[in-house]
């Protein structure tokens, strides 16, 4: 039989590549790491593992296993955290990534709430960007992903073994210096994409940037890109101080204090869709459900 304590002890060294770096991620001995290894090869009948002077190197089986894990103890996880919360037991545990514009306008009005409402549950919080923030959930490392995703973009991730909620449309808005020909004579708050062909530009994340080049390339033209920086704070202050133009998704615009910029709304329209993404079996859990319906409702207002 195998035991889920087995399993994570196997995902661990999988991840790690090591018993000793494995044993001080889950915070136990290395001699227990390896007995637990030995017992889960016992279990199953067959090596796992294949010790290759320091390094470990996972067999056939061993992949198949690792591959399997992460649902089984996703699937556990959520068993626990339900009969917990139905029994009165305890309060429950959500581990939330999200984007950076995500993490300072959405997740803090939705978390006061959450707390408000129930004081027992924590929340932890880490930042990552789609796709790196849907990979830790499907490796089981968080438990929602906040993520977006361009309307039209080719390559679009695939979410369908996912639990997909919506919570928001942001649309992207041209940042342009307050003193720029443009921002003054766009009377219309409005600006076609093509009238900036000729300006440096300023870059935001690198899925961002990506978006840039496409929705530039559609309106014939290649973007100079002079400046480029995943803090959105440091595009907005390169921008008012006149050393290029930019686009940005309007949340991102929202979490700062922009001065010397004039925000244009841009043609044609661009957006993305936000939404928070969790396993089918988490879903379930009460205390991500909770969080799941926060984060909607604070979208909606």
Request: charged fraction near 20%; hydrophobic fraction near 45%; include cysteine.
């Amino acid at each position: 039989m195998i035991e889920a304590r087995h399993l994570r002890v196997l995902r661990a060294v999988a991840t790690t590549g090591s018993f000793s770096a494995a044993a001080r991620e889950l915070g136990c001995t290395q001699p227990a790491v390896s007995q637990q290894m030995k017992a889960l090869e016992g279990s199953v009948g067959t090596p796992l593992l294949v010790r290759t002077g320091r390094e470990m190197r996972l067999t056939q089986a061993g992949e198949a296993l690792v591959r399997h894990a992460t649902g089984i103890l996703a699937g556990l996880t959520a068993a626990e955290e339900e009969v917990a919360a139905i029994a009165g037991l305890r309060a429950g545990r959500v581990r939330l990534v999200s984007f950076p514009s995500g993490s300072s306008t959405l997740v803090p009005t939705a978390l006061a709430a959450l707390r408000a409402a129930h004081p027992g549950t924590r929340v932890s919080l880490e930042e990552a960007e789609p796709p790196r923030s849907v990979e830790l959930l499907r490796d089981g490392d968080c438990d929602i992903a906040l993520a977006f995703r361009y309307e039209g973009a080719a390559g679009a991730e695939e979410w369908d073994d996912l639990v997909v909620r919506p919570l928001l449309t942001d649309r992207l808005v041209a940042l342009l210096p307050e003193r720029h020909p443009l921002a003054r004579t766009a009377s219309s708050g409005s600006l076609a994409i093509g009238a900036l062909a000729d300006e440096p530009w300023i870059a935001g994340c690198p899925r961002c940037r990506g978006q840039l080049v496409e929705v530039c390339r559609s309106a014939g033209f290649a973007p100079r890109i002079d400046f480029a920086t995943d803090d959105y704070p440091a595009v907005v202050g390169l921008v008012g101080a006149g050393l290029g133009v930019a686009v940005l998704p309007q949340l991102a615009v929202e979490s700062v204090r922009p001065r010397g910029v004039r925000m244009l709304t841009l043609e044609p329209s661009v957006r993305r869709e936000i939404v928070a993404l969790t396993l089918p079996d988490l879903a379930q859990v009460p205390a991500v459900a909770a969080t799941l319906e926060q984060l909607a409702r604070t979208a909606r207002r």
